[in-house]
């Protein structure tokens, strides 16, 4: 059995793959929001991310794509979120940037987005980001406990510009994104759309 990441090349690559991945392989179940269906675990590696990526550019949502930007770079709850990534994030990156400063070789450089006793309807997605220094890059490895596929992009992109962030205070290029993601998923509302999108067959590196 190979264990090792889906690598894609691009985050639009990367959005194809994930949606074709669920509804391959996935099964009914319920969810708050209504009916979805759900897909074994999965671990990709996306080689670059960048805001010009072909993919996003004509299927994707410039306006959806800004408002989750807010989410990952505003330290208040952005409506109609109910958390900020941007505050459970940026209080921790100048430790993670230290420890890889005292610690090239490290792999400690993890930082938790939840915290005990969150509310109930409130728990985050994303659950951790993880930081490490390889062949003079930084490498980013981002957690999910679920992922709506359909929207997915939307994380995938800002987290880029964290790590990009991260890279250039340590003077390093910015390296891959590995994202794992424990109960990737599509809601049936999304599926005629999401059909519309991923028909193209996307191009997977390995």
């Not at 930082?111 to 890059?137: H, K, M, N």
Request: charged share 20%.
């Amino acid at each position: 059995m190979d264990d090792s990441p889906s690598l894609w090349a691009s985050c639009g690559e990367a959005w194809l793959g994930l949606m074709r991945h669920v509804w391959s392989s996935g099964t009914p179940a319920d969810d708050d929001r209504g009916p979805v269906i759900e897909a074994p675990p999965v671990l990709v590696e996306i080689a670059a991310l960048t805001a010009d990526d072909p993919i996003i550019e004509r299927y994707g949502d410039a306006a959806k794509l800004a408002l989750y930007t807010r989410k990952f770079t505003e330290d208040v709850v952005v409506a109609p979120f109910k958390y900020s990534y941007g505050a459970r994030i940026s209080g921790q990156l100048q430790w993670a940037a230290d420890l890889l400063t005292a610690r090239p070789y490290s792999k400690s450089a993890w930082i938790s987005l939840t915290g005990p006793g969150e509310q109930y309807d409130c728990v985050p997605c994303l659950t951790s980001l993880a930081f490490r220094i390889r062949e003079r890059s930084l490498h980013m490895t981002a957690a999910f406990r679920s992922q709506n596929a359909y929207t997915c992009y939307l994380n995938y992109l800002p987290l880029a510009d964290v790590q990009a962030r991260m890279a250039g205070g340590l003077g390093l290029s910015r390296g891959p994104m590995r994202v794992f993601v424990d109960v990737p998923h599509l809601y049936l509302a999304d599926l005629e759309p999401a059909l519309r999108i991923m028909r193209p067959s996307p191009h997977r590196l390995r």
